[in-house]
């Protein structure tokens, strides 16, 4: 009896702390080639694609286009994607202010140079084009 009351003591102890042990990694870090900074999971492609394409792969993997809310996060952002053009979540219609791919109308905290309507950076900075052209982009989500 008191062999069975042990083990069920030890049952009711010991999987919930097994199941935390287990799931904490996965809900406090970035999973794959995610890359986790502050905040943040970053997804950064090998392949390239254009600008549309790029959001429905973001879509795809429960993210966005990156949206980019610190100077910490610009200034990895911008080291990370090296010399290559990289796509971000703003874009623009004709004659409107850029929004990020929520909706959000961005306040203007940095420099897109360029007359595109979809951005991009690389360690220049950011920039804009028309969304057309295949480059790599960049995908964000929270870390929860
Ligand atoms: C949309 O994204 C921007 C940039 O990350 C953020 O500042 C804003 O709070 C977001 N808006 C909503 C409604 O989530
Ligand atoms: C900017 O875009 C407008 C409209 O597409 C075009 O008429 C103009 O020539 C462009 N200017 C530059 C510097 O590319
Ligand atoms: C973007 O790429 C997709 C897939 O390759 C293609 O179907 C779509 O027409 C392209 N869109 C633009 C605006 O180039």
């Given at each position: 009896?008191?062999?069975?009351?042990?083990?069920?003591?030890?049952?009711?102890?010991?999987?919930?702390?097994?199941?935390?042990?287990?799931?904490?990694?996965?809900?406090?870090?970035c999973?794959?080639?995610w890359i986790g900074v502050r905040k943040k999971c970053f997804y950064f492609?090998?392949?390239?694609?254009?600008?549309?394409?790029?959001?429905?792969?973001?879509?795809?993997?429960?993210?966005?286009?990156a949206?980019v809310d610190t100077?910490e996060d610009m200034e990895f952002l911008?080291r990370h994607?090296?010399?290559?053009?990289?796509?971000?979540?703003?874009?623009?219609?004709?004659?409107?202010?850029?929004?990020?791919?929520?909706?959000?109308?961005?306040?203007?905290?940095?420099?897109?140079?360029?007359?595109?309507?979809?951005?991009?950076?690389?360690?220049?900075?950011?920039?804009?084009?028309?969304?057309?052209?295949?480059?790599?982009?960049i995908?964000s989500?929270?870390q929860?």
């Amino acid at each position: 009896m008191i062999y069975l009351c042990m083990c069920i003591i030890l049952l009711i102890v010991v999987i919930p702390m097994i199941v935390v042990f287990l799931k904490c990694p996965q809900t406090m870090e970035c999973s794959g080639e995610w890359i986790g900074v502050r905040k943040k999971c970053f997804y950064f492609s090998s392949d390239t694609k254009n600008w549309t394409a790029s959001e429905q792969f973001c879509l795809s993997q429960g993210s966005e286009l990156a949206h980019v809310d610190t100077q910490e996060d610009m200034e990895f952002l911008r080291r990370h994607a090296g010399t290559f053009m990289h796509w971000i979540g703003l874009n623009r219609k004709q004659g409107e202010s850029w929004k990020w791919t929520n909706g959000t109308i961005f306040n203007p905290w940095f420099e897109i140079s360029g007359n595109g309507s979809f951005a991009f950076l690389n360690a220049d900075g950011v920039h804009s084009s028309r969304g057309f052209i295949d480059i790599k982009w960049i995908c964000s989500k929270p870390q929860f």
